[in-house]
């Protein structure tokens, strides 16, 4: 059973910056494939990126490319969305995800297909 906690959200500006942090317990985090959603008020959840269990392939939606990073640290066991000039349609609850694989391409955008989910952090992006 893996535990997921996301913690770094807050209320910020148009333009700003945020880093979300999801730290994993429980497992051998090498072996999740990792991934981040958001959900805002009576919306689906929706993908926004994902990485591969070694880092070394990233996925993201379209609206997030080239402002968000995904990232992980093996080592820490902790997954990390920087978020770049913020928009108020990024105003959202943000999740993170971990899916279990042996392979190390794998990565996914449906939310179906992930083993564990955390709590969610709330992310308000508003002037």
């Known amino acids: 059973q893996v535990q997921l906690v996301e913690s770094g959200g807050g209320l910020v500006q148009p333009g700003d910056s945020l880093r979300l942090s999801c730290a994993a317990s429980?497992?051998?985090?090498?072996?999740?494939?990792m991934g981040w959603f958001r959900q805002a008020p009576g919306k689906e959840r929706d993908f926004v990126a994902a990485i591969t269990t070694s880092g070394l392939s990233r996925f993201y939606t379209d609206s997030v490319k080239g402002r968000f990073t995904i990232s992980r640290d093996n080592a820490k066991n902790t997954v990390y969305l920087q978020m770049n000039s913020l928009k108020p349609e990024d105003t959202a609850n943000y999740y993170c995800?971990?899916?279990?694989?042996?392979?190390?391409?794998?990565?996914?955008?449906?939310?179906?297909?992930?083993?564990?989910w955390g709590q969610g952090t709330q992310v308000t992006v508003s002037s």
């Open positions: 429980g497992g051998t985090f090498s072996n999740y494939a």
């Open positions: 995800a971990a899916r279990r694989t042996i392979y190390s391409t794998v990565y996914s955008r449906d939310y179906g297909e992930y083993d564990y």
